[in-house]
């Protein structure tokens, strides 16, 4: 049966619509798992730990306490000095109170008291003005209506010199209960709410999200300077933050900055920034509030990497790419940005373009020229080298594998490779010539179970300055780390050798001790072959004197023409090449 028109399109209120789809509101009203910087009470010290929260609930809560801390940056805020967060896991309660005060006055156009208006209705702000110059942490005027919508139970107490302010609002905003105005002649706010838990589908506070809340208070001291902050849960003993300076905060990260001596500053118009090498978190306050992601991260470190980059271009002659040094350093700043704008109504990432930080045109954002100098000097540099190298090494180790791989496919020349037939390696000889011309005489003369032989083709090339994979191109190389097994690599065991013997036959003349060198020179890429005496010259002489049964061998002509004249009568035979050998 097809639905009625009024079944199919409906109308919802506000509070209707914001408590149906709060995701477009305040987030998320599922548990989510994330990493987080939280203050553990018995070291004293921030630590990086993974928590349950939800981030809507965390939402509503914060709503409230950037309420207090937007009015303590106003000029006009009565005297606001002090904030108080109090949240009960046992009754599901949070009173959050400070100084200040609200004007107890009633707003003509809407016709009710200004405490009512802003925070029993929606879409109230006093930040709609996008003319003015805002440095706080609202801006769409539904901040602690929101939270409001989600609780129970939402209590609003002010007083303003003058007059004292209660209301109270019940079912999620949709009941006015009591409303009372009487004389007063101090000044303070003091909300009190239960939130709603099934509308975030739990039961209560957990362990976790005071953690959060407890956070949230010291992130508010810091990124108020004059605030004092006091926190106070029934899982923790009562907490009083007020910090002399922004150092003074970071000091509570120590023990996830491991160089916190090497530490670089810069300050502007705008921010104060401190850079930590060898971290890679970023901790940020824009007006006041946490913010560590978007525009204001990416200017600090767009500038640092692109400098990091150019210098060891220029100076080392490598190339790194400036994501590769994001992760060399931490960013904590504090921001001052001029209505600001968020990717979200959760106002986790920043949006504001660089050069709409400020409305004023006179100030405008930069990283000063001096600080940049000062980081082609630091650990940062240092630790971009360190890395580099070990980049190299790890590509080095993955090309080498490759290549071992690449080995155990076959040989180039299979045709220039005379094989022998023993088992046993360790008695196994590789005899390598210098060309063809000893092939035949070598396999009439050799013994095939233990004897092989390769011959190559031409002088090899150095490998003195050459790469393993540069090496593994020439086939005379390739084919022989093939034939005796060996592995480019540190882990190369020379028990795994497939010759106990390697044997350079080359003839005796300059041209036959240059390819035996070149020869050396490749085989010392595994020091043990040297070392264990597994590599040997095959020295033939050059000339034979033979008359009957006395023969005598000379190496070289310079030991022959010395003696020549004893040989008179001898026949002599020069050898010069390995076939005549």
């Known amino acids: 049966m097809a639905k009625k028109i009024e079944d199919k399109y409906k109308e919802l209120s506000e509070v209707e619509h914001i408590l149906l789809r709060p995701g477009m509101w305040v987030g998320s009203t599922k548990t989510e798992e994330r990493d987080m910087f939280l203050y553990n009470t018995e070291t004293e010290r921030m630590e990086s730990v993974t928590v349950e929260y939800i981030p809507a609930m965390l939402k509503v809560v914060d709503e409230v306490i950037s309420n207090s801390c937007d009015e303590f940056r106003r000029k006009d805020n009565m005297g606001l000095t002090e904030l108080t967060v109090n949240i009960s896991q046992e009754t599901g309660q949070i009173i959050i109170k400070d100084n200040g005060g609200i004007p107890v006055v009633k707003h003509k156009d809407a016709g009710v008291y200004l405490p009512e208006f802003i925070f029993g ?3 109230t702000s006093s930040n709609y003005n996008d003319d003015e110059d805002r440095n706080v942490v609202g801006t769409n005027g539904v901040g602690s209506s929101l939270t409001n919508c989600f609780s129970k139970y939402f209590c609003v107490e002010t007083q303003d010199n003058k007059h004292k302010f209660h209301r109270s609002w019940s079912n999620n905003m949709t009941i006015n209960d009591d409303l009372e105005i009487t004389k007063s002649t101090k000044h303070s706010t003091k909300i009190t709410f239960n939130l709603d838990f099934s509308r975030f589908n739990c039961d209560g506070f957990s362990n976790d999200f005071i953690r959060i809340i407890n956070k949230r208070c010291i992130d508010a001291a810091i990124a108020n300077p004059g605030l004092k902050v006091t926190f106070i849960s029934d899982i923790f003993e009562e907490q009083v933050w007020k910090f002399k300076s922004f150092t003074e905060y970071i000091e509570l990260y120590a023990d996830l900055l491991p160089n916190m001596e090497d530490s670089l500053k810069f300050d502007n118009n705008l921010a104060n920034v401190y850079i930590f090498p060898d971290s890679s978190i970023d901790v940020a306050f824009v007006n006041g509030a946490e913010c560590s992601k978007g525009t204001h991260i990416r200017a600090v470190r767009n500038e640092i990497n692109n400098t990091v980059v150019e210098f060891l271009k220029k100076k080392d002659k490598i190339d790194v790419t400036t994501r590769s040094v994001d992760g060399k350093y931490a960013v904590f700043m504090t921001i001052n940005v001029s209505n600001p704008t968020y990717d979200s109504q959760t106002k986790e990432t920043l949006t504001n373009p660089v050069d709409k930080f400020s409305k004023d045109s006179a100030i405008q954002w930069e990283v000063p020229d001096k600080f940049l100098t000062q980081v082609t000097k630091s650990e940062i540099i240092e630790s971009m080298r360190d890395w580099y190298k070990q980049k190299v090494a790890a590509e080095d180790q993955k090309t080498l594998r490759k290549l071992n791989s690449e080995a155990k496919k076959g040989l180039k020349r299979p045709d220039k490779y005379i094989t022998c037939s023993s088992k046993k390696k360790e008695q196994k000889q590789l005899w390598i010539f210098e060309g063809d011309s000893a092939r035949s005489g070598f396999r009439s003369g050799r013994n095939p179970e233990i004897q092989a032989g390769y011959t190559m083709r031409g002088v090899p090339p150095n490998v003195l300055e050459m790469t393993a994979t540069q090496i593994m191109k020439n086939e005379v190389f390739n084919d022989l780390v093939t034939i005796l097994g060996l592995q480019w690599g540190e882990d190369f065991d020379i028990k795994k050798l497939n010759y106990g013997k390697i044997v350079i036959s080359s003839d005796a003349d300059v041209d036959g001790d240059k390819i ?12 043990e072959l040297i070392s264990q005496n597994i590599v040997c010259r095959s020295v033939s002489p050059i000339i034979i004197a033979k008359k009957n049964k ?19 009568t001898y026949v002599i035979k020069y050898t010069k090449g390995l076939g005549s050998l």
């Open 516 to 527: 035996a060198s070149l020869l050396l020179l490749f085989f010392s890429r595994w020091p």
């Open 121 to 123: 209705r929606l879409r």
């Open 550 to 568: 006395d023969i005598q061998k000379f190496y070289n002509v310079k030991d022959f023409n010395k003696v020549q004249s004893k040989y008179k």
